[in-house]
């Protein structure tokens, strides 16, 4: 007994640069059982409907990472998304291309700089030239020295990860969640001689521009994780480095400033976050801070039970997770 269908609406981003002035949606509706992959749909919608639309894709496995496009505003694998639920959550698919490229036609992005990026963080082992491995001979690692290279290994480089970030959007100097996942892939392999040039060029290059909003983690189709990867980065590199620019100064500061009394001393951080020279730089913006808000200049009071966040420090400390 074939499998019941339902009537799928296509909203598909349309657009070709060369001939038209700015982006239009076309409607497409086919009859297709639930479970279809949206990439399915897509491709009868050019067989049978409209041969001119311009897409993406390869594997249809979920192994290659060419159909990574938005489906209904999120990043996904359109080979892996099945029509069933975007269509009883939102009543239609909208398909658009990935964000933070730009668009080649229709469906399709340039990805340079996504592969920029990767390609900048030196995606491969620094060996020390000094002591170079033994050419033919293995090079063993412990799994546990392994098991830190948690799940980076099942990156695919879709770019779902870099088209669901906001900090790329509003730095586009900023890496992009899978390059910083990757390059702490490498920080962590015992085989790598780079470790600490890593984290020193990638402080100021980036590292700290992440917001922490977790979209990439939840656009990998692989649970790859980036946002929690570029945590450790951090922590490592303060740990390495301690606060050498702003972004790893804030971090530090942030966790003894609320060490000292278990609430945030506000102007305490501006200081330890842009010293004594950058405060002046911003005299006016605190001072139109100070009107709105004139409690800032206030130290706060040591917080009941402040014991309990000693504590906390303590174990954190002791553990060897004193990161920010």
Same mark, same amino acid.
């Given at each position: 007994?074939?499998?019941?269908?339902?009537?799928?609406?296509?909203?598909?981003?349309?657009?070709?640069?060369?001939?038209?002035?700015?982006?239009?949606?076309?409607?497409?509706?086919?009859?297709?059982?639930?479970?279809?992959?949206?990439?399915?749909?897509?491709?009868?919608?050019?067989?049978?409907?409209?041969p001119?639309?311009?897409?993406?894709?390869?594997?249809?496995?979920?192994?290659c990472?060419?159909?990574a496009?938005?489906?209904?505003?999120?990043?996904?694998?359109?080979?892996?998304?099945?029509?069933?639920?975007?269509?009883?959550?939102?009543?239609?698919?909208?398909?658009?291309?990935?964000?933070?490229?730009?668009?080649?036609?229709?469906?399709?992005?340039?990805?340079?700089?996504?592969?920029?990026?990767?390609?900048?963080?030196?995606?491969?082992l620094?060996?020390?030239?000094?002591r170079p491995?033994?050419?033919?001979?293995?090079?063993?690692?412990?799994?546990?020295?392994?098991?830190?290279?948690?799940?980076?290994?099942r990156?695919?480089?879709?770019?779902?990860?870099?088209?669901?970030?906001?900090?790329?959007?509003?730095?586009?100097?900023?890496?992009?969640?899978?390059?910083?996942?990757k390059?702490?892939?490498?920080?962590?392999?015992?085989?790598?001689?780079?470790?600490?040039?890593?984290?020193?060029?990638?402080?100021?290059g980036?590292?700290w521009?992440c917001?922490?909003?977790?979209?990439?983690t939840?656009?990998?189709?692989?649970? &790859?994780?980036?946002?929690?990867? @570029? =945590? $450790?980065?951090?922590? *490592?590199?303060?740990r390495? %480095?301690?606060?050498?620019?702003? /972004?790893?100064?804030?971090? &530090?500061?942030?966790?003894?400033? @609320? =060490? $000292?009394?278990?609430? *945030?001393?506000?102007?305490k %951080?501006?200081?330890?976050?842009? /010293?004594?020279a950058?405060?002046?730089?911003?005299?006016?913006?605190?001072?139109?801070?100070?009107?709105?808000?004139?409690?800032? %200049?206030?130290?706060?009071?040591?917080?009941?039970?402040?014991?309990?966040?000693?504590?906390?420090y303590?174990?954190?400390?002791s553990?060897?997770?004193?990161?920010?």
């Amino acid at each position: 007994m074939p499998d019941a269908t339902v009537s799928a609406t296509f909203d598909v981003y349309r657009f070709d640069p060369a001939k038209d002035a700015k982006p239009r949606y076309d409607r497409y509706t086919l009859e297709l059982a639930p479970h279809t992959p949206i990439l399915s749909g897509l491709l009868r919608i050019r067989a049978e409907l409209d041969p001119s639309l311009a897409l993406r894709y390869s594997c249809r496995s979920a192994i290659c990472g060419s159909c990574a496009m938005q489906v209904n505003s999120k990043s996904r694998l359109a080979c892996e998304t099945p029509i069933g639920p975007e269509l009883a959550r939102h009543g239609r698919i909208v398909v658009e291309p990935m964000r933070n490229q730009p668009v080649l036609r229709d469906l399709v992005v340039d990805q340079e700089p996504f592969w920029r990026h990767y390609e900048q963080i030196e995606p491969h082992l620094i060996l020390d030239p000094r002591r170079p491995m033994p050419e033919g001979t293995p090079n063993p690692m412990s799994p546990e020295e392994v098991e830190r290279f948690r799940e980076t290994p099942r990156c695919i480089a879709c770019g779902a990860c870099f088209s669901a970030c906001p900090a790329v959007e509003a730095d586009p100097a900023f890496p992009g969640p899978m390059a910083l996942a990757k390059l702490y892939r490498f920080v962590v392999d015992p085989r790598d001689q780079a470790h600490q040039d890593r984290l020193v060029r990638i402080q100021p290059g980036g590292l700290w521009t992440c917001l922490r909003c977790h979209l990439c983690t939840e656009a990998c189709p692989k649970d &790859v994780r980036p946002s929690e990867r @570029i =945590r $450790d980065l951090k922590e *490592l590199a303060v740990r390495a %480095l301690g606060g050498t620019e702003p /972004g790893s100064r804030h971090a &530090v500061g942030f966790k003894n400033n @609320i =060490r $000292d009394r278990g609430l *945030l001393e506000e102007s305490k %951080l501006v200081r330890q976050t842009s /010293g004594l020279a950058g405060v002046a730089s911003q005299i006016g913006q605190g001072l139109r801070l100070y009107r709105k808000k004139p409690e800032i %200049l206030r130290a706060p009071h040591r917080i009941e039970g402040y014991d309990e966040v000693e504590k906390i420090y303590e174990t954190l400390d002791s553990d060897g997770e004193g990161g920010p």
